[in-house]
């Protein structure tokens, strides 16, 4: 997707914050996983991480300032963990965190905004292939599903101005490269269908309510921050249930 935006030649101030992302990135997560495992491996995972930072944030952020965010990133995948997974999505942490702190902008011109209509159509595609290789189709229908149903009633009780930007780009491409890219990070994210549902209700919910309270620029991955929170507070409760279970079953 930042290939393509990159590309098209509207976005040719990304190239240092992609640059700067991902470098920072892989640096820090390479050196972290050196010393926790012995020996060097190729930091996918960040390098991904600082690609969506990159392509979230505004380009006319300055390099460093995207740099920072990235590495605020990778240290909260590491700092912030279960005993298998990091609780946040890094990126959106990351993100809101430097919202506060430098006042960053976001553009979302990895989703393609930017470009002619038809080039949603590429999102949509690119997308469901990922969400389909990750399985996690329910928790992007759902979170879609309610997101736009809470954003169309609101448009009917109050002034429908103040939310017919949602339905159009760039923010309908936000959201849709919010779902199919953040929503359903692997580590952060329900594996079992009934608990997709639910996750993904709870982002929605979560993202509308965030967008009506204090219509911050941050509200859709403020939403996800939500959603893993519960996550993370349904697996912590799983694995003291087994551990419990394990006491009874092996006790005197």
């Known amino acids: 997707m930042a290939g393509l935006a990159l590309a098209s030649g509207t976005r040719w101030l990304g190239w240092p914050g992609v640059a700067s992302a991902i470098g920072t990135a892989a640096a820090i997560d390479a050196v972290i996983l050196r010393v926790k495992r012995g020996s060097w491996n190729l930091p996918s995972g960040a390098i991904l991480t600082g690609l969506i930072v990159a392509m979230v944030l505004a380009e006319q952020e300055p390099w460093y300032v995207v740099a920072a965010t990235s590495a605020l990133a990778i240290g909260s995948k590491h700092l912030l963990r279960t005993r298998s997974a990091n609780v946040f999505n890094p990126a959106a942490l990351a993100i809101v965190i430097t919202f506060y702190v430098f006042h960053t902008g976001q553009s979302w011109w990895g989703s393609l905004a930017e470009l002619p209509p038809g080039w949603i159509a590429v999102l949509v595609v690119c997308g469901v292939f990922v969400t389909d290789r990750v399985n996690r189709m329910p928790i992007v229908l759902v979170f879609l599903g309610v997101y736009f149903l809470l954003f169309a009633g609101a448009s009917f009780v109050g002034e429908p101005r103040t939310f017919v930007e949602i339905f159009r780009p760039p923010d309908l491409n936000a959201a849709l490269f919010f779902a199919f890219f953040i929503l359903t990070d692997p580590p952060t994210s329900s594996v079992r269908y009934p608990d997709q549902l639910v996750c ?31 996550e993370g507070w349904r697996r912590a409760r799983g694995w003291k249930r087994q551990e419990t279970m394990g006491i009874v079953r092996n006790g005197p």
Do not use: Q
Not at 201 to 228: D, K, R
């Open 200 to 230: 993904g209700t709870i982002g929605a919910v979560a993202s509308f309510a965030i967008f009506e309270l204090t219509g911050a620029a941050h509200y859709l991955l403020s939403g996800v921050l939500v959603a893993n929170a519960w």
